[in-house]
């Protein structure tokens, strides 16, 4: 466990130090659970949400955008259900006064029995060595059975008190399983009560018309509001998507977790309209293709699992999440939901507007049912940049600190370096940056003796470092270096943009999927 917090705290602190991820307003001491994205930070940012985009939208004919407002006509909220239903479970503990949501300090509790299924097939991987069959330990070991038992009889039950809103079963849950305040150990807590996490503001200038709205708590919702402008002008047949990307806005209360729960930030999201009856099937391809996208950047596949809901949302007939393994264990990192017709019937009811499909096919019309994949731009940041951020052993015995990023999302793709400052160099090394930089990103470095940029490229998870030397004056050659093998090779500089593309294009990681 506290390898895993030194490797959060590892994570946060070379976000600020190299330029990723700042808290927010830090000069006045910072605002919880708000950060600001720097300038290495913004263009990573940028670029996972360029390969979510392409994937969805410019991969596929019938997925199209839409760039919809963050302030929505207020009853929105009242048709999506947010206003009556859009809240989290809180408890109290009396001694520290501090304020926790009673499903996440139970999913931490099960969240430690995982890490005790880890630690057992560990020792068990040594115990046997090359013969250890993890699939089947998993499947056998009574240790490892008991405890993923343990885990689904609390979650089951957990999903279950909370669907019937029996909130003093979640209570009585917490304390049969002994859970302590984490910040005082005491088990000395209030009753279970709901909160809502949608932000209110006003609309309007004078007190008396003005008009009460909320920062969207999802995005989803303006796509809902547009499907028929959308489906009309783009004539689009069913099945079809309308993707976006933007920010949410959520009061949350567990808020320590760097980005991984703020209280403003990014989704993107895509609404699959469908017929009513497919949406088995349609869940089943969603739920593929996005593990396929997840599995294309190379992070891993033990790094993801699926996690069926058991308590269901109040708009879903079926939701899974896709988990990943941060620095503090596996949590959601995206959301794949049947939302059925749920929404596009209440804005129907709400609004007294048809939001209906005609289908010729059919000869019929029909309010479509709902496939939703939502995932947090933000969540997936952390998810790439705490995987990627590694401490290396090297064979002199000395060490590297590298950020391993997929080179397609990676801020920079390339720094030229002149080998010195003179004779020459800097201007050949410009004249390279003025050349690339065209296609990539790529920046110039020239401070300091070349091993040492060599590591701070390292540590920015740049994926090239191109040397000038005075070979290069006369061959027109330089020395390419890449990240992750920090393997030296002598190439030609017209083959540069060639060998920089080969390894970065989004076409060759897409094409992984
Ligand atoms: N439209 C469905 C929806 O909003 P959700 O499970 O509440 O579903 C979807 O959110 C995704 O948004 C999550 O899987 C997560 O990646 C991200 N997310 C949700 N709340 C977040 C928060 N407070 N901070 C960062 N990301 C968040």
């Not at 408890?91 to 926790?100: A, Q, V």
């Not at 300090?105 to 995982?114: A, M, P, Q, R």
């Not at 097939?121 to 250890?132: L, P, Q, T």
């Not at 490229?457 to 020395?479: K, M």
């Amino acid at each position: 466990m506290a390898k895993q917090e030194d490797k959060f705290k590892s994570v946060i602190s070379h976000a600020k130090e190299y330029g990723y991820v700042f808290q927010s307003s830090e000069i006045y001491d910072g605002l919880s659970a708000v950060y600001d994205y720097a300038q290495n930070g913004v263009e990573l940012k940028k670029n996972i949400r360029e390969y979510w985009w392409k994937a969805m939208v410019q991969m596929n004919e019938n997925i199209v955008g839409l760039d919809s407002a963050i302030f929505m006509h207020p009853t929105t909220w009242k048709a999506s259900g947010h206003v009556d239903a859009f809240s989290d479970p809180l408890i109290d503990n009396k001694d520290s006064k501090k304020r926790y949501r009673a499903d996440v300090l139970i999913e931490d509790y099960v969240g430690k029995l995982d890490t005790k299924i880890e630690k057992e097939v560990k020792k068990a991987a040594k115990r046997f060595g090359d013969s250890f069959d993890k699939t089947q330990f998993l499947e056998t070991n009574p240790r490892v059975l008991g405890y993923k038992e343990k885990g689904n009889a609390i979650l089951k039950r957990m999903g279950q008190s909370l669907e019937k809103e029996d909130l003093a079963d979640v209570k009585a849950l917490i304390e049969e399983l002994g859970i302590a305040c984490p910040l005082s150990g005491s088990k000395n807590w209030t009753d279970v009560k709901q909160f809502n996490l949608m932000f209110g503001t006003k609309l309007g200038a004078s007190a008396e018309s003005a008009m009460d709205l909320y920062l969207r708590p999802e995005t989803a919702q303006g796509i809902f509001v547009n499907f028929l402008n959308v489906q009309k002008t783009g004539r689009m047949k069913i099945p079809f998507g309308i993707a976006q990307t933007g920010k949410a806005f959520r009061n949350e209360i567990v808020a320590r977790q760097f980005i991984f729960r703020m209280r403003e930030f990014e989704q993107m999201e895509m609404q699959f309209f469908i017929k009513p009856g497919t949406q088995q099937e349609w869940y089943k391809h969603w739920k593929d293709a996005r593990l396929k996208w997840h599995l294309s950047l190379g992070m891993g596949e033990d790094n993801y699992r699926f996690h069926d809901h058991e308590k269901l949302a109040h708009y879903a007939d079926a939701a899974a999440d896709i988990e990943f393994r941060f620095p503090f264990g596996f949590k959601e990192l995206e959301g794949i939901h049947s939302r059925t017709d749920f929404d596009l019937k209440a804005h129907e009811e709400h609004s007294g507007k048809k939001l209906q499909f005609f289908d010729h096919e059919e000869n019929k019309s029909y309010v479509p049912y709902v496939l939703e994949t939502s995932i947090g731009l933000d969540r997936m940041f952390l998810a790439v940049f705490s995987n990627s951020l590694q401490e290396e052993e090297l064979e002199n015995g000395t060490a590297r600190t590298v950020l391993k990023l997929p080179s397609v999302l990676a801020p920079t793709k390339a720094a030229i370096l002149p080998l010195v400052k003179k004779d020459g160099l800097p201007e050949v090394a410009r004249k390279i940056v003025e050349d690339l930089k065209w296609d990539f990103a790529v920046s110039y470095d020239e401070k300091d003796a070349v091993g040492r940029r060599y590591r701070r490229q390292d540590a920015n998870g740049t994926p090239f470092c191109i040397t000038v030397d005075h070979d290069t004056l006369e061959d027109n050659s330089v020395t390419i270096r890449h990240r992750d093998t920090m393997e030296q090779k002598r190439v030609p500089i017209s083959e540069l943009k060639s060998i920089i593309e080969e390894e970065v294009s989004m076409k060759n990681w897409l094409l992984r999927m």
